[in-house]
T-cell receptor, first 112, second 114 residues
C-alpha cells in the first residue's frame, strides 16, 4: 500500500527548462490536487481534478499544466521554469464527500 | 472568499504542558475542517477532521479539536505535549460546494522545551 507516490524527491532546474513532476496513487481516489508550499504561506492549490479527464485551476495555476488521463496518475508540468517556482510541491488525493486528503512526501524544486 | 487564519506563527510549550493551537476560518458554505501535522522534510499527516455532528472530535496522537460555529473557530488541543509533537501544524477548510478543494492556513510551528 504505497499511498501517494511523488517523483522525483529533489530537482534542480535552470530558468526556462521544462519538466514534469509525477504523482501516482493506488487508493482509487477520485480527487487529486497539486499544492505548493512556501515558507509562511501554508499550502496553495495549483490545480486539482475530480476524476479522469476533469481538471480545474486552483489559486496559483500560472506556469503549470496538468492532465488526468487515468484515475491513478496526475502529473504536473512546468512549461518554462522560473525562479519564482522554487518551492516544495505536494500531490494529494482523496475520496469525495469531504474526506481528508492523503499527501505524498513532496518534491523539492529549485530553479536557478 | 474562503480563508483560514492561524494567528500564531510560533508557539513554545514545555513538555507535559497543555497545548491549544488556534484556527479561524471564513467560509460561506458548510465547512469541512481538518488539522494536519508536518514534521521537517516530510509530507502532511491528517490528525483529525470535522464534517458534522459532535463538535468535539478526537484524532490521532491524543489530539482533539472543537468546532465552534459562532466563533468560526476550530482550535486544536492536547492535554500533555510530548517532545515528539514538535512540528508544524496546519488547519484547512473545504466544502463540497467548492469541489472539495482545501484552503490551508499559514501554519503554526510548535516547539517543545524539556
Amino acid at each position: 500500500n504505497a499511498g501517494v507516490t511523488q517523483t522525483p524527491k529533489f530537482q534542480v532546474l535552470k530558468t526556462g527548462q521544462s519538466m514534469t513532476l509525477q504523482c501516482a496513487q493506488d487508493m482509487n481516489h477520485e480527487y487529486m490536487s497539486w499544492y505548493r508550499q512556501d515558507p509562511g504561506m501554508g499550502l496553495r492549490l495549483i490545480h486539482y481534478s475530480v476524476g479522469a479527464g476533469i481538471t480545474d485551476q486552483g489559486e496559483v495555476p500560472n506556469g503549470y499544466n496538468v492532465s488526468r488521463s487515468t484515475t491513478e496518475d496526475f502529473p504536473l508540468r512546468l512549461l518554462s521554469a522560473a525562479p519564482s517556482q522554487t518551492s516544495v510541491y505536494f500531490c494529494a488525493s482523496s475520496f469525495p464527500e469531504g474526506n481528508g486528503y492523503t499527501f505524498g512526501s513532496g518534491t523539492r524544486l529549485t530553479v536557478v | 472568499a474562503q480563508s483560514v487564519t492561524q494567528p500564531d506563527i510560533h508557539i513554545t510549550v514545555s513538555e507535559g504542558a497543555s497545548l491549544e493551537l488556534r484556527c479561524n476560518y471564513s467560509y460561506g458554505a458548510t465547512p469541512y475542517l481538518f488539522w494536519y501535522v508536518q514534521s521537517p522534510g516530510q509530507g502532511l499527516q491528517l490528525l483529525l477532521k470535522y464534517f458534522s455532528g459532535d463538535t468535539l472530535v478526537q484524532g490521532i496522537k491524543g489530539f482533539e479539536a472543537e468546532f465552534k460555529r459562532s466563533q468560526s473557530s476550530f482550535n486544536l488541543r492536547k492535554p500533555s505535549v510530548h517532545w515528539s509533537d514538535a512540528a508544524e501544524y496546519f488547519c484547512a477548510v473545504g466544502s463540497m460546494e467548492y469541489g472539495n478543494k482545501l484552503v490551508f492556513g499559514a501554519g503554526t510551528i510548535l516547539r517543545v522545551k524539556s
